[in-house]
């Protein structure tokens, strides 16, 4: 499709981004294919933001070919950087089989964050499966600034195999409302029956406070997460995954639907969105599909 | 006290100077469009001054938003991609994304094209005409829907029309990148050398799709894509080399899967006076700058003076 003129065309901002290579230092196995990468040798992520993300390569020949998207988890001052991934594809099984001493190609920071944990605000962050680390990485803001309180974490999967990391979350002190399809913990549904229930409590105690929804996980529960949020006018930043070569802008391969023009970057606009700013096809992700 | 080695090459170090399709490169080493983005993208990872050229994401007269996602998937030793032609139009281009390439200290190759004869016409005629642009690339791979689809750059008589047309209003240096999804790459290259074109970018994405036999869907939106990386190369060299050999007295610029200064030399060897780094530039983004140092490591290695020694001296005969 074409449109007239050069209006709304900008040139690309100035990045922080590094590419350098790191060493993994520890590869922690969660269990169902979870895992923590720590690498070190990341001190030009030490900035980094919740919701940022690398492009990350091992030595793997040519296939497969191209650098994996992966979010972070966790940054430290020392260069140290977690990242939690879930063996699923190529990729992600190669990275689950890297020892201590690895080496990897690291391009990043990239892409966007989401919103700063204030006072003034009531955070809901909502974690779907393998989609916990940025998530995590604001909790940990959060609770690095004193502000633990102000947000708490909804956080869901298929199992309880699937929800990893709750020691070190209820470690931070963070509030943790959790949701199972198989009810083996937490609420028996899904995620977002929980984040449902979550909005109407907040909600009760005081009709005035102030909430936002932060998401990330598979999209259709994105897709259900903005629909609860929208009728409640809740400001809600979704973190979205697309296929992408390069993490730069420049492959142009991880387009995403959007109303401000035809499509938006999940690289280099994104990855976190203002649900309002997406195109959220209507039949999708029925909040209350799958719950009791 | 030892004597110093001496230095076949000289103090100088090999020349690593190219001329090709009326442009004098530093280097023979570009970034291919569509995968260097406008340059400024890759600001900051090394300096662009060390290329030899960029070409940039091909222009079209008016801004494009290209095709749903999903555009890309990985493949054996390659990847797929269906991006729609996405692009800022000439003004756009022009206004925002020259002014940096004005400063970048490298040769600026701009690909354009068109969904009809006019467009390319106009587009190249407006292209050519801004300060700061060292030369055109035609990308001749898009549907002609006059024609019912059919890619422009897929028949010689078509083919020569169009170049001849663009060649009437660009005074620059203007290449043509051929499609290699044709029977004959030759005809083709013939059809740019005799209507006027400066030299053949050889070649493009070779077109392919991918299944996914889980969910009996295809992966990429459009169904089909162009596959480019190493899993093309030898069907890249094969065209140039077919090029080469039919003495066309064209240049020819060699495209496709180099990934390093070996892979570039071998280019060189079937005839290519220049190359273009592409999808390696998503997998390793400061991987041109490195293919320019082992080129020149291997003329040093190999006792080359000047790299345009290479060009065309495959050795064919037992």
Redesign the interface.
């Known amino acids: 499709m074409a449109q007239n003129g050069s209006k709304g065309v900008k040139e690309s901002p100035k990045r922080k981004m590094r590419y350098f290579e790191a060493r993994i230092i520890e590869n922690r196995a969660l269990g169902n294919g979870y895992f923590v990468l720590r690498m070190g040798g990341c001190d030009s992520l030490a900035q980094s933001r919740p919701g940022q993300f690398i492009m990350l390569r091992g030595d793997w020949g040519r296939d497969p070919l191209l650098p994996r998207p992966v979010s972070l988890l966790s940054v430290a001052p020392d260069g140290r950087a977690d990242l939690l991934a879930k063996a699923i594809g190529r990729g992600t099984r190669l990275l689950e089989m890297a020892s201590p001493g690895t080496r990897v190609a690291v391009l990043g920071p990239l892409g966007n964050a989401f919103p700063e944990p204030t006072p003034g605000s009531l955070d809901l962050l909502v974690a779907g499966g393998v989609g916990l680390p940025p998530l995590f990485m604001q909790a940990e803001l959060a609770s690095r600034r004193g502000m633990v309180d102000r947000c708490e974490i909804i956080y869901g999967g298929r199992t309880s195999r699937d929800l990893v990391l709750l020691g070190e979350m209820r470690g931070m002190g963070l509030s943790t409302c959790l949701a199972t399809e198989d009810g083996s913990v937490g609420r028996r549904g899904r995620v977002t029956a929980e984040l449902e229930a979550r909005i109407d409590h907040h909600l009760a105690a005081n009709r005035h406070q102030k909430l936002r929804v932060f998401a990330c996980g598979p999209r259709e529960m994105l897709w259900a997460v903005a629909r609860i949020a929208e009728p409640h006018a809740i400001e809600c930043f979704l973190s979205m995954e697309e296929q992408m070569a390069c993490g730069i802008g420049v492959c142009l391969g991880c387009a995403i639907p959007a109303r401000s023009r035809p499509f938006r970057y999940a690289c280099s606009d994104g990855p976190v969105f203002l649900a309002s700013d997406l195109v959220i096809p209507p039949t999708a992700g029925h909040p209350a599909e799958g719950t009791p | 006290m030892t004597a110093a080695p001496i230095d076949i090459a000289g103090a100088e170090g090999p020349s690593l100077k190219a001329h090709c399709g009326g442009i004098d490169f530093r280097n023979p080493v570009m970034t291919a469009s569509?995968?260097?983005?406008?340059g400024?993208?890759?600001?900051?990872?090394f300096p662009l001054s060390s290329l030899g050229g960029l070409v940039t994401k091909g222009i079209?007269p008016?801004?494009?938003?290209?095709?749903?996602?999903?555009?890309?998937?990985?493949t054996?030793?390659?990847?797929l991609?269906s991006?729609g032609l996405?692009n800022?139009?000439v003004?756009?281009f022009a206004?925002?994304?020259l002014p940096?390439l004005r400063t970048c200290g490298t040769k600026v190759l701009v690909n354009f094209f068109g969904t009809t004869f006019d467009e390319y016409v106009d587009c190249g005629e407006r292209l050519g005409k801004l300060e700061g642009v060292d030369g055109l690339e035609m990308n001749v791979s898009c549907p002609n829907i006059k024609a019912g689809g059919i890619e422009f750059g897929r028949e010689p008589k078509v083919l020569g029309d169009l170049v001849r047309a663009c060649r009437k209003v660009i005074a620059k240096p203007l290449w043509v990148k051929l499609t290699p999804n044709t029977s004959d790459i030759v005809a083709l290259a013939r059809a740019c050398a005799e209507n006027g074109a400066d030299a053949v970018s050889v070649i493009n994405t070779i077109t392919g799709m991918a299944i996914d036999a889980i969910t009996r869907r295809p992966r990429l939106a459009t169904i089909f894509g162009g596959l480019s990386?190493?899993a093309i190369k030898p069907i890249a060299l094969r065209m140039v080399y077919q090029i080469h050999r039919a003495r066309l007295g064209i240049p020819i610029c060699g495209i496709g899967g180099i990934?390093s200064g070996l892979d570039a030399v071998e280019f060189f060897l079937a005839g290519a006076s220049t190359v273009q780094v592409g999808?390696q530039?998503?997998?390793?983004?400061?991987s041109a700058e490195r293919i320019v140092r082992e080129v020149e490591e291997f003329c040093r290695q190999n006792a080359i003076s000047d790299l345009r020694e290479l060009v065309g001296t495959l050795k064919t005969k037992p």
């Open positions: 569509g995968t260097f983005g406008y400024k993208e890759f600001d900051g990872l079209s008016q801004p494009r938003f290209g095709n749903p996602a999903p555009r890309i998937c990985e054996a030793s390659g990847m991609n991006i996405e800022v139009g003004e756009g206004t925002v994304k940096f990386g190493p990934q999808t530039n998503f997998i390793d983004p400061a």
